[in-house]
C-alpha cells in the first residue's frame, strides 16, 4: 500500500487549517507547513536554510526551487516512516505542481496523490475572515473565530486553546486585501487542478459551509471510502 498525500485546495478562510487539524488528531497524518520548513533550516544552520535566509532578508519570496528541495526531504523522512501527509499551502502555483508531480515520479514513488478541493461561498469567506483570529506562536497557528454562533470560539478571550498563546488578527485580513487575495488565489488553484485532471487525478469535492465535524464526516465518506485514495 502507496503511502497518500492530501492536497487541500481552498482559499484562506475556508477550513482547510480546521479539517488538517482534525485529520491529525484522528488519523496521526503529519501536516507539511513549508513556513515551518524554513524556519527549521534557517534555526540548524543548514545550507538551504543559509539560501532562504538570504531571500527572505531582502524580503524576497523563496524560489520554488528551494521550497522542492526542502518538501523533498521533509516527504522522505515520511516515506520512511509509511506516514500519511497533509499539503495545506503547497503547491502554491503551477510550477510548484508541475515539481511536486516530478518529485512523486522519480524519487519519492511510494506517495499516491488524493486532491482535495474545500468549497466556499464568496460571502461566507468574507464574513469567516474578518473574524478570524489566529494563534500567535507559530509553531501552533491554531485558528479560532470571534462569533459566539461559531464552533471555532476559543474557550477562554484571545487565548489559545491548545498552547494559551495569545491569539490575533492577522494583519492582512481586510475586506481589500481579501479581494485581491482570492483573485489571485482563484487563478492559481484552477491552474493547479487543471494540471493534476490533465494527469488523470480526479478531484474530490468537500463543502465547508457546514459545521466543522461534519465538514470533517464528509471529507471522510468522500476521499477514504469512494475515492479510492
Ligand atoms: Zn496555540
Not at 534555526?43 to 524576497?60: D, P, V, Y
Not at 478571550?157 to 495569545?166: A, L, Q, R, V
Not at 465538514?215 to 479510492?228: I, R
Request: some cysteine; glycine content about 6%.
Amino acid at each position: 500500500m502507496s503511502n497518500k498525500i492530501f492536497i487541500f485546495l481552498g482559499p484562506p478562510g475556508s477550513g482547510k487549517g480546521t479539517l488538517s487539524a482534525l485529520c491529525m488528531q484522528q488519523f496521526g497524518w503529519e501536516l507539511l507547513s513549508t513556513g515551518n520548513l524554513c524556519r527549521d533550516h534557517i534555526a540548524r544552520g543548514t545550507e538551504l536554510g543559509k539560501e532562504i535566509q538570504r531571500f527572505s532578508n531582502q524580503g524576497l519570496l523563496v524560489p520554488d526551487e528551494i521550497i522542492t528541495e526542502l518538501v523533498a526531504d521533509w516527504l522522505l523522512t515520511k516515506q520512511q516512516l509509511s506516514a500519511d501527509v497533509i499539503f495545506d499551502g503547497y503547491p502554491r502555483t503551477l510550477e510548484q505542481a508541475r515539481s511536486l508531480y516530478l518529485l512523486l515520479q522519480t524519487k519519492l514513488k511510494l506517495f499516491g496523490v488524493c486532491l482535495v478541493k474545500i468549497d466556499i461561498d464568496a460571502k461566507l469567506l468574507v464574513d469567516r475572515i474578518l473574524n478570524r483570529v489566529i494563534c500567535s506562536n507559530k509553531e501552533c497557528g491554531h485558528t479560532y473565530s470571534l462569533k459566539s454562533v461559531s464552533d471555532l470560539q476559543a474557550k477562554n478571550n484571545m487565548i489559545c486553546d491548545h498552547c494559551n498563546s495569545k491569539l490575533e488578527h492577522r494583519a492582512d485580513d481586510t475586506v481589500e486585501s481579501l479581494e485581491q487575495r482570492l483573485k489571485v488565489y482563484y487563478q492559481h488553484e484552477q491552474n493547479i487542478i487543471d494540471f493534476y485532471v490533465d494527469k488523470g487525478i480526479e478531484v474530490c469535492m468537500i463543502s465547508s459551509a457546514q459545521p466543522k465535524q461534519q465538514v470533517f464526516e464528509d471529507f471522510k465518506n468522500m476521499a477514504l471510502n469512494n475515492y479510492g485514495c
